[in-house]
């Protein structure tokens, strides 16, 4: 079923919940990212960022709410990894999104291999379509690296390119980046930051999910904060600058919300 009032999202959560026990690990989240906006998530260890990807992502099912993927409400019942991929959800980690001793090409269909009849695998079609994204798809140009290279030779801002070519081949409506700049040079970041300005023109969107502030407000169409388990705020980032931004998340992680509830 579509929802016309969702239509012109790449995704909607709404009134999203999570319980582990009695214990309330996401509270009211109500969350909209737009077809070709980039949205930077924001917050502290613990205020609920990594629960709310595995909710995205089909590992936890939230205790009540809605999910809507480009206007399709999501059966949350069945909803799992699988069918994530398949509503056009895709994650990219920072250090388990490729096959470390796998060449490249492996690693663009791992999982979903492109197979000749009677189930052979088509090596000859996938080197094409691998080549072609790295080429095309996210500008790899990387000096004596091919299709046929192994994972291992790739530096990590090479390898976050390659994790996201793959996402954006498969179509992904969303491309979620959990921490894909951590323990990078800053050569290595404004790589990866490259690449992700691809899948803005590339017509998809983005959560990008990072601690480096500067990287996020770099990137990043809005800011959404979350803490202790909520949505705090979203912020467009033509409406603040990076030292305000910086300062809000200050006043939060210093106790602000805990003063304004007393």
Request: with cysteine; glycine share 10%; net charge neutral.
């Amino acid at each position: 079923m579509v929802d016309n009032t969702t239509e012109s999202y790449a995704l909607r959560m709404v009134n999203i919940e999570k319980y582990f026990g009695l214990v309330c690990a996401l509270r009211n989240i109500n969350l909209e990212v737009g077809r070709n906006e980039i949205i930077g998530l924001i917050g502290d260890n613990g205020a609920g960022k990594s629960t709310m990807v595995k909710i995205l992502t089909g590992v936890y099912p939230p205790t009540s709410g809605e999910l809507y993927v480009a206007g399709r409400k999501v059966d949350l019942r069945t909803y799992n990894v699988k069918k994530a991929h398949e509503h056009g959800i895709e994650t990219v980690y920072q250090d388990r999104s490729l096959g470390e001793k796998q060449v490249l090409w492996r690693n663009f269909f791992i999982g979903r291999e492109i197979t000749l009849p009677f189930g052979f695998l088509n090596v000859k079609k996938e080197k094409e379509i691998s080549s072609e994204i790295m080429v095309n798809t996210i500008g790899f140009r990387g000096k004596g690296i091919t299709v046929d290279s192994n994972v291992s030779l790739l530096s990590g801002g090479e390898r976050q390119g390659v994790a996201i070519g793959r996402a954006m081949y498969f179509q992904a409506e969303l491309i979620i980046l959990d921490e894909p700049t951590t323990a990078l040079s800053l050569k290595e970041v404004q790589k990866v930051i490259a690449f992700v300005q691809k899948i803005k023109e590339g017509g998809k969107s983005c959560i990008y999910i990072s601690h480096d502030i500067e990287d996020v407000y770099e990137i990043s169409d809005r800011f959404v904060i979350m803490d202790r388990g909520e949505i705090v705020a979203s912020i467009a980032k033509k409406d603040i600058t990076l030292k305000a931004l910086d300062e809000f998340l200050l006043e939060y992680s210093h106790g602000m919300k805990d003063k304004e509830e007393k």
